[in-house]
């Protein structure tokens, strides 16, 4: 079965950076359009960052643009996020998502929390 396995979450004073992973597996991840998203408690979940199946094209939540940076191994079968800069309301679940045609499936979720 499909599988989305997210780690690298955590507690990070504002300022900091974290990098997020997602592991994949049962799926062929190269087809797979990825991304990321994030929910804070109280709000909708919101698109974090995308990427296309071979890397070559990205696409940015403007809260998160010049701070995140997204990027894939499809050696890995591994999608990550780096977070730079982090800010206090960057705290939620960050959770993965692939997707490809009408399949779509999602990771258990991450906490990142970033607090002094």
């Known amino acids: 079965q499909v599988q989305l396995v997210e780690s690298g979450g955590g507690l990070v004073q504002p300022g900091g950076s974290l990098r997020l992973s997602c592991a994949a597996s049962?799926?062929?991840?190269?087809?797979?359009?990825m991304s990321w998203y994030r929910q804070a408690p109280g709000k909708e979940r919101e698109l974090v960052a995308g990427?296309?199946?071979?890397?070559?094209?990205?696409h940015y939540g403007d809260s998160v643009k010049g701070r995140f940076t997204i990027a894939r191994d499809n050696i890995k079968n591994t999608v990550y996020l780096e977070m730079n800069s982090l800010k206090p309301e960057d705290t939620a679940v960050y959770y993965c998502?692939?997707?490809?045609?009408?399949?779509?499936?999602w990771g258990q979720g991450t906490q990142v929390t970033v607090s002094s």
């Open positions: 998502k692939a997707h490809w045609g009408s399949a779509t499936y």
């Open positions: 049962g799926l062929t991840f190269s087809s797979y359009y």
């Open positions: 990427i296309t199946y071979l890397g070559q094209s990205t």
